[in-house]
């Protein structure tokens, strides 16, 4: 038993403030702190202590704390690309990507950090622009992501027109995220907002569920607007990166701007080529 | 005989396929996001204490939950999950910043750490006390520190011991041995 005179030590008032004691001891030093004002006056310093650490702890950081959506989303698809079977539906663009990945998820960070801060500017916390009927992703789901590749990788003659092929379980992510369930198979394709033509990544973070051909701007004018954007890339009359950023930015917009036009020219919107991957 | 189930073929049905869903297992994927959800934020905030930047705490708890998966499809225990993340946390961590210091040539030095609280800005914004108070934790063994940053974040004494490697006296004496010093800072 405790007495008044014996007080505390330091050690027992924050063990039993922490709830480290056996339920005897704690019980034995609650019945001292009841009587002994003292004891009780050095475990109020004790814990402004610990306020005065906690509070310099975490003075920056939790303000500084971007939102989850992104990080979490992409942590959803490194899970989905594990599970997936090996070699299932994986091109050579894929591939070719593997040794990239950290840089990838980096730039990716970077980018949703990016449009985090943007939607945060803006306050525009809305879901997806239905109102165009999805014709432009929703950034902060789709900012675009890029892997660090040269000129000469983009301008290759080797490098397939095609895009990549994207695994199911990515898809059905994809399609999650955006909280499409149960759609029908040809109502969206999911396409890579940044095209890997243009060094576009393989990552959720460039993928978004593009409406088929109902819409006025469907992946078909789009594919027209990557292939231009690629041609003046390599012909030097356009930055790759200036490329990347008003495709992610805007793709319609881009369109616009160089095909000097306001609707999409009827040869593309009766194109038969298609580079994008069906949803379902 | 038509396969057209009668209405109460159609209930039982339901019915079965109600109670499946109900007593369904919730998918790991899912599980694991929620967890991500609850923890994100406390590990970000403990690997900026290894001077990480917020790019490369994001990939280490990226890591770190992808260690995890691993870990419960494998069927392995899920026991005290908050510990085994933050001491999955806290290794990746050492590792990166020990390669970041070879890769610049940089001595291992604990005390040199730079701290969030330490930053340029900030010192000049703190008023006078806060700055005491930096200066008592920046004085601090590195051990000392990271007991009372995980401390911070909710873990048992037995937890911290885990993750850094101390017995749990030696945790109650360090986080002791720490406030006392803090206390004296308004003394002086």
Redesign the interface.
Same mark, same amino acid.
């Given at each position: 038993m405790l007495h008044e005179d014996s007080h505390l030590s330091?050690?027992d008032l924050? +063990?039993w403030a922490?709830g480290?004691l056996s339920p005897q001891r704690a019980a034995g030093l609650r019945q001292h702190l009841s009587a002994c004002w003292t004891c009780r006056a050095r475990m109020a310093?004790?814990e402004?202590?610990?306020a005065?650490?906690?509070q +310099?702890?975490?003075?920056? +950081?939790?303000a500084?704390?971007?939102p989850?959506d992104g990080?979490?989303a992409?942590?959803?698809a490194?899970?989905?690309e594990?599970?997936a079977l090996p070699g299932v539906g994986r091109s050579v663009w894929l591939n070719r990507m593997r040794p990239v990945r950290?840089a990838t998820?980096?730039a990716t +960070?970077?980018l949703v950090?990016g449009a985090a801060i943007r939607i945060a500017q803006h306050g525009n916390h809305a879901a997806w622009n239905m109102g165009a009927m999805g014709a432009i992703p929703n950034v902060r789901l789709t900012p675009g992501a890029t892997d660090p590749i040269g000129m000469q990788d983009v301008c290759s003659a080797n490098v397939s027109t095609n895009d990549p092929a994207v695994p199911d379980p990515l898809k059905r992510e994809v399609l999650r995220e955006y909280g499409l369930h149960d759609v029908p198979g040809n109502a969206y394709e999911i396409d890579y907002l940044v095209t890997p033509q243009l060094g576009g990544a393989a990552n959720i973070r460039n993928l978004w569920p593009q409406p088929s051909l109902h819409t006025v701007w469907n992946a078909r004018v789009k594919d027209a607007l990557e292939d231009r954007l690629h041609y003046l890339v390599c012909s030097g009359q356009l930055d790759l990166s200036t490329a990347q950023r008003e495709i992610s930015q805007d793709w319609v917009a881009a369109y616009k701007k160089y095909f000097r036009t306001d609707q999409p020219l009827h040869e593309h919107s009766g194109r038969t080529r298609f580079r994008a991957s069906p949803a379902g | 005989m038509s396969d057209t189930p009668n209405d109460s073929t159609l209930d039982i049905r339901l019915l079965a396929a109600a109670a499946r869903r109900h007593s369904a297992k919730p998918r790991l994927e899912d599980e694991i996001a929620e967890l991500f959800d609850q923890w994100r934020g406390s590990l970000l905030r403990y690997l900026s204490t290894f001077g990480l930047s917020q790019h490369d705490g994001e990939e280490v708890v990226q890591e770190v939950f992808l260690s995890l998966f691993s870990h419960l499809q494998k069927g392995k225990a899920r026991t005290n999950l908050r510990g085994w993340l933050f001491r999955v946390a806290h290794n990746l961590a050492l590792k990166r910043r020990d390669a970041e210091r070879k890769g610049m040539g940089i001595a291992a030095d604990v005390d040199s750490l730079p701290h969030p609280a330490l930053n340029p800005e900030e010192e000049l914004a703190s008023n006078q006390r806060q700055r005491r108070l930096s200066a008592i934790l920046r004085a601090l063994p590195e051990q000392d520190r990271r007991c009372l940053y995980l401390r911070a974040e909710g873990l048992r004494y037995r937890e911290v011991g885990e993750v850094l490697g101390m017995s749990l006296g030696s945790v109650a004496a360090s986080l002791e041995r720490s406030l006392a010093r803090f206390q004296r800072a308004d003394k002086r």
């Open positions: 330091d050690r924050l +063990l922490d480290e310093e004790q402004r202590a610990i005065d650490f906690v +310099l702890y975490r003075r920056e +950081l939790d500084q704390l971007p989850a990080p979490r992409l942590l959803r490194r899970i989905a594990r599970t950290a998820v980096l +960070l970077l950090t | -």
